[in-house]
Each structure stands twice: as structure tokens, then as C-alpha cells.
């Protein structure tokens, strides 16, 4: 086997790009408050169903990108400034409805901490023996949330995710999580009732529109894109067929090494600027301090030591029924990803047990 590059020598090499812009972290995120909120007008102002409806796409993908900035902000790598990278993240958030603290925690102290491990994430898979002890229930809930569909990421992440983990505390989470989560749910639930007040009193103040419609289009389609959006990313970016999962804590220095469980989706520059670069996840993973606008430069770089050993892709729709096709579950001892019937549908993805069945 090709020998890899080390994970000190891969820092090394990205920590260059690992310098925040604060004038260019600003414009990006007013830019896309400015785009959410101008699709939060046109479903209020816009004569119409068309560009009311249009406004609500917007709206919702333009939340979905304001909480990839979210995300920087709260690696503290979106601009020079410790207090306006949280400011922004606070904000960036609230179109989802993401607690910050509970955010920091999952996200931080969690997947980061533990990527692809056996822990609560999303998509975490289940091995055969914990699908066959499901209840018939829990079974059709599983298939049903794997399933070959792009209209199931929204309800998965919003009943698997965001309600369990990322809107208020939980009694499983530490203490001091829960004290300092509880003003952010008081931010959260003031927010979304001063809100749907506004919309439900739209007709006050606007004659193209209903109560309900304005409720429908300006709060709960958005909330449904965004989502669905930000849940399918997160699917693409730890679940292909060459990304291995694993029992307890990963190795990080071996077959849990952060750019070899983390998938890079290949975009054209123009679409990939316009989600924030987003996709160049596995540089992310190997450096969280380099910031959303100089992760496609630091991608190049990452995918040009690893050299085979890159898990890097073109996007399209192929892709994701591929993948949503072969896994389904994960085979924790021979490290492959398995269907539900456990019969393999990729071959083994751990380096040290593919190197052990070639000395073998």
C-alpha cells in the first residue's frame, strides 16, 4: 500500500490557511442575512403564490448557508474577533432554531472529539445485532429514515437532531451545558413566538397575503429547506462507501484520522462559494481554525498529499442514491458497510485491517 502522509506533517501543511479575514467574514455573513431576510419580504410583499413560494426557498436556503457561517463563528475561525465570531454564530443560528450552547457542545465537545464513533451523531449507523434487537417499529423506522429519498433528511434531522440535541437541554448532557443552554432556549422560544405572532398578524400590514400562508411560507417551509439541507450535507459528508465507523473513540492517528473518515464533495468553484465552501469538509476536520472562505484552497492542498487516500468525489444526485443504497449498516468488526439483510456491500475500510489481510 501507497505509504500516507502524517497527520503532523498534513497540520503543518494546512496551518497556513488558517488565517481569518474579518472584513471578508463581515460582508459574507451580511450578505446572506440580507438574502434571508429579502426572502422573508417577498413571501410577505410579493404578489403572488410564485414568488411568494420563491421567497420561501430562498429564505430556507439561505438559512441553511447563514448556519455553515454559524458554524465557523463557532470554531472562532470566521473572523479575528472572539466576541463577534460569537455574535455571528448566535445569529447565524436562529433561522434553524439552534441553541448556541447545545451547538457548541454537539458539535465541539462531541463530533469533533469523536468523529464517526459510536456515539450519538447524525447518521450514526447501527451494527446488524442492534438493528435485529429493534422492535418491528423501530426496525421500519430505521428503513424508513435510510431510505433512497431526498424528502426524509428534513424529518430526520429535525426529529433526530435538532429536537433531540439542538433546541434545549437534555438531562443526559453535563450540568454546566444544561445551566448555560437554558437563556439560549429563552432566546429561542421569544424569538419564535414574537415571530409567528408577526406572520399571523400579516394581513395587518400586507395585502398579499393570509395568516396562514405567511405562517406556512415564512416560517415552517423555511425551517423545513433549511433542514433538509443542512441534514443531507452532514449525511454526505461522514457516509460514503469508502468511510470507515467505529465502536468507541476513533484512533486519530490511525484508522480514525480525520481526513480519512471525512468526505470531500467536489463542486464547481462557483456553486461551491455559494454554500461557503462548505463540501471541503475533510480540510475542516484536519484544521477547524481555517475559515469557510479559504477551505477549497486548503482541500486542494489536503487531497494533493493524500493522493489515493482521498475520499474526494463530484457531487450528483448518483452519488447520493449510491450511497443511500449501500449503507444502510455497518459491520463493526470486519469495518464494511453492510445492508439489512448483512449481506456486505463494500469491501473492508479500515487501513490496519486491510493491511493485516494483505500480510495475512
Request: proline content about 6%.
Given at each position: 500500500?501507497?505509504?500516507?502522509?502524517?497527520?503532523?506533517?498534513?497540520?503543518k501543511a494546512?496551518a497556513g490557511?488558517?488565517?481569518?479575514?474579518t472584513?471578508?467574514?463581515?460582508?459574507?455573513?451580511?450578505?446572506?442575512?440580507?438574502l434571508?431576510?429579502?426572502?422573508?419580504?417577498?413571501?410577505?410583499?410579493?404578489?403572488?403564490w410564485?414568488?411568494?413560494?420563491?421567497?420561501?426557498?430562498?429564505?430556507?436556503?439561505?438559512?441553511?448557508?447563514?448556519?455553515?457561517?454559524?458554524?465557523d463563528?463557532?470554531?472562532n475561525?470566521?473572523?479575528?474577533?472572539?466576541?463577534?465570531?460569537t455574535?455571528?454564530?448566535?445569529v447565524?443560528?436562529?433561522?434553524?432554531?439552534?441553541?448556541?450552547?447545545l451547538?457548541?457542545?454537539?458539535?465541539?465537545?462531541?463530533?469533533?472529539?469523536?468523529?464517526?464513533g459510536?456515539?450519538?451523531?447524525?447518521y450514526?449507523p447501527?451494527?446488524?445485532?442492534e438493528?435485529?434487537?429493534?422492535?418491528?417499529?423501530g426496525?421500519?423506522?430505521?428503513?424508513?429514515f435510510?431510505?433512497?429519498?431526498?424528502l426524509?433528511?428534513?424529518?430526520?434531522f429535525?426529529l433526530?437532531?435538532w429536537?433531540?440535541?439542538?433546541?434545549?437541554?437534555?438531562?443526559?448532557?453535563?450540568?454546566?451545558?444544561?445551566?448555560?443552554?437554558?437563556?439560549?432556549?429563552?432566546?429561542?422560544?421569544?424569538?419564535?413566538?414574537s415571530y409567528?405572532?408577526?406572520?399571523?398578524?400579516?394581513?395587518?400590514?400586507s395585502?398579499q397575503?393570509?395568516?396562514?400562508?405567511a405562517l406556512?411560507?415564512?416560517?415552517?417551509?423555511?425551517?423545513?429547506?433549511?433542514?433538509?439541507?443542512?441534514?443531507l450535507?452532514?449525511?454526505?459528508?461522514?457516509?460514503h462507501?469508502?468511510?470507515?465507523?467505529?465502536?468507541?473513540?476513533?484512533?486519530?492517528?490511525?484508522?480514525?484520522?480525520q481526513?480519512?473518515?471525512?468526505?470531500h464533495?467536489?463542486?464547481?468553484?462557483?456553486s461551491?462559494a455559494?454554500?461557503?465552501?462548505?463540501?471541503?469538509?475533510a480540510?475542516h476536520h484536519?484544521?477547524?481554525a481555517?475559515?469557510?472562505?479559504?477551505?477549497?484552497?486548503?482541500?486542494?492542498?489536503l487531497?494533493?498529499?493524500?493522493?489515493?487516500?482521498?475520499?474526494?468525489?463530484?457531487?450528483?444526485?448518483?452519488?447520493v442514491r449510491?450511497?443511500?443504497?449501500?449503507?444502510?449498516?455497518?459491520?463493526?468488526?470486519?469495518?464494511?458497510w453492510?445492508?439489512?439483510?448483512?449481506?456486505p456491500?463494500?469491501?473492508v475500510?479500515?487501513l490496519?485491517?486491510r493491511?493485516?489481510?494483505?500480510?495475512?
Open positions: 500500500m501507497d505509504a500516507l502522509a502524517s497527520v503532523s506533517d498534513i497540520r494546512l490557511y488558517a488565517v481569518p479575514d472584513r471578508r467574514g463581515v460582508m459574507l455573513f451580511l450578505l446572506d442575512l440580507a434571508f431576510l429579502a426572502g422573508i419580504a417577498t413571501v410577505l410583499f410579493a404578489p403572488g410564485g414568488l411568494q413560494v420563491l421567497g420561501s426557498l430562498v429564505a430556507g436556503l439561505k438559512g441553511a448557508t447563514l448556519s455553515t457561517i454559524g458554524h463563528a463557532a470554531h475561525s470566521f473572523t479575528r474577533s472572539r466576541r463577534l465570531n455574535l455571528i454564530a448566535v447565524s443560528l436562529l433561522p434553524g432554531l439552534f441553541n448556541y450552547k451547538w457548541v457542545y454537539n458539535h465541539h465537545a462531541i463530533h469533533h472529539a469523536s468523529t464517526n459510536k456515539h450519538r451523531d447524525a450514526t447501527l451494527s446488524k445485532e438493528y435485529d434487537a429493534l422492535s418491528p417499529l426496525k421500519l423506522r430505521e428503513r424508513f435510510r431510505a433512497p429519498s431526498l426524509l433528511f428534513g424529518p430526520y429535525i433526530e437532531r429536537w433531540s440535541d439542538k433546541f434545549f437541554p437534555r438531562r443526559h448532557m453535563p450540568a454546566q451545558v444544561q445551566r448555560a443552554a437554558w437563556p439560549y432556549f429563552g432566546l429561542l422560544v421569544g424569538l419564535l413566538v409567528s405572532a408577526l406572520l399571523l398578524c400579516a394581513p395587518l400590514y395585502s397575503t393570509t395568516s396562514l400562508r406556512f411560507l415564512g416560517l415552517i417551509l423555511p425551517f423545513f429547506v433549511l433542514h433538509s439541507v443542512f441534514s450535507s452532514v449525511y454526505l459528508m461522514h457516509t462507501p469508502r468511510v470507515p465507523w467505529f465502536k468507541g473513540r476513533p484512533d486519530i492517528n490511525g484508522d480514525g484520522r481526513e480519512l473518515v471525512t468526505v464533495l467536489n463542486l464547481p468553484r462557483w461551491s455559494l454554500m461557503h465552501n462548505v463540501f471541503n469538509h480540510a484536519v484544521h477547524p481555517i475559515p469557510c472562505y479559504r477551505l477549497r484552497e486548503a482541500q486542494t492542498k487531497n494533493e498529499m493524500l493522493g489515493p487516500y482521498a475520499v474526494s468525489v463530484p457531487f450528483s444526485l448518483a452519488l449510491d450511497i443511500q443504497r449501500r449503507c444502510k449498516l455497518y459491520d463493526y468488526e470486519n469495518h464494511r453492510i445492508d439489512f439483510e448483512g449481506r456491500t463494500t469491501e475500510l479500515a490496519s485491517v493491511r493485516e489481510q494483505l500480510t495475512s
